[in-house]
């Protein structure tokens, strides 16, 4: 079975994941609070994690920079309400594949569709 983590501030959006996610048979840790993301997270637990960009406290792409620091091998899809700019982004982060965002709302199928290819790369 293959383990995910939601990390999003809004309870509403990490329940109906989680239930979704489970539904396709993944099992599933959600996190309301990115720093109690990185003080649980250990290397190698999760199969992929899907981070809200705009959190209170820490953003996406700063829990993305820590998590890799603590294990470089960490897959992430980043979770965004917002218009993604993709060459912006490219110039930011030159090494994260740009197909790693789920835009909201996203259906649940697109979700598992998402996820599984992610997992599955590389």
Do not use: W
């Not at 509403?12 to 048979?25: A, P």
């Not at 959600?30 to 981070?51: E, H």
């Not at 569709?113 to 997992?119: A, D, E, G, M, R």
């Amino acid at each position: 079975m293959k383990r995910i983590a939601v990390v999003d501030d809004e309870p509403d959006i990490t329940i109906v994941l989680k239930r979704g996610l489970e539904h396709h048979g993944f099992a599933v840790d959600t996190f309301n609070d990115p720093q109690a993301v990185l003080a649980s997270f250990k290397p190698g637990s999760y199969d992929l994690m899907i981070i809200d960009i705009r959190m209170p406290k820490i953003n996406g792409f700063d829990l993305y920079r820590e998590l890799k620091k603590r294990d470089g091998n960490v897959k992430v899809c980043f979770l965004t309400a917002f218009e993604i700019y993709y060459e912006e982004f490219r110039k930011m982060f030159p090494t994260i594949d740009i197909r790693a965002f789920i835009r909201k709302p996203v259906s649940i199928s697109n979700l598992v569709s998402q996820v599984n290819s992610t997992i599955e790369s590389e």
